[in-house]
């Protein structure tokens, strides 16, 4: 036996939520400065994004091992839907349900936001536990 074993591998779900969170706060803060409406359609905005990617997150990193792999890849799929779905309901309620809402300060910051999420899966990688 050669002693090798591979290593679980950490995903750093926290902290990716705790940056994009800060981020989210403060482009909130920068739209706020042209009006009060803005400030809130950009903290919706972001919250469109996180919210949705959260769950994503956290149902697809629940199972670990190849013991479990069948099971993490059709999570995988469902989350995915359920993520695009819950992104699409919160989009129409915004739009449905709030009577001020500042269009452009909403929808920069829910771009903003999905570059933030595809740099921060790219800059902070799963590392392996020891």
Do not use: C, D
């Amino acid at each position: 036996m050669t002693g090798f074993r591979k290593a679980i591998t950490y995903v750093p779900l926290k902290e990716w939520l705790i940056i994009e969170m800060v981020v989210l706060v403060f482009i909130s803060l920068l739209w706020l400065i042209e009006s009060r409406a803005a400030g809130y359609s950009a903290f919706i905005g972001g919250l469109i994004f996180v919210i949705p990617n959260a769950y994503f997150a956290h149902r697809t990193y629940r199972f670990e091992g190849a013991r479990q792999m069948q099971l993490a890849v059709s999570n995988m799929f469902r989350a995915a839907s359920i993520k695009i779905a819950l992104t699409a309901i919160f989009f129409a309620a915004v739009f449905t349900l709030m009577e001020s809402v500042h269009g452009p300060a909403l929808l920069f910051t829910f771009a903003v936001m999905v570059a933030i999420g595809t740099a921060l899966r790219w800059l902070i990688r799963p590392r392996p536990q020891r």
